[in-house]
């Protein structure tokens, strides 16, 4: 007696067996992101080094914004670098 054989994962719809991103659009985004994020990040510090102790928002809160932007600026480098990197292999 032969036994069905079934794939590993089922595949539903029309995707494309290995889909691959959009480098174009990845690209784009990063551009546009990454000196986004680093002006945020300088206005975020900014801010926390003018900010009176007791003002509001408080400086931690500040500076946690500015942490935080530091990192999607980070992100956004990285993501760049690897997408100049990949657009270089590809094309």
Do not use: N
């Not at 794939?7 to 784009?28: H, I, Q, V």
């Amino acid at each position: 007696m032969r036994y069905a054989t079934t794939p590993r994962r089922w595949r539903s719809g029309t995707e494309p067996r290995f889909a691959r991103s959009d480098l174009k659009l990845r690209f784009l985004l990063s551009v546009i992101f990454t000196p986004f994020f680093a002006l945020m990040t300088a206005t975020f510090a900014i801010f926390a080094a003018l900010a009176k102790p007791t003002g509001v928002p408080s400086q931690g809160t500040l500076v946690g914004f500015a942490v935080v932007s530091f990192v999607l600026t980070l992100f956004a480098a990285v993501d760049l670098y690897v997408v100049i990197r990949r657009r270089r292999v590809e094309l």
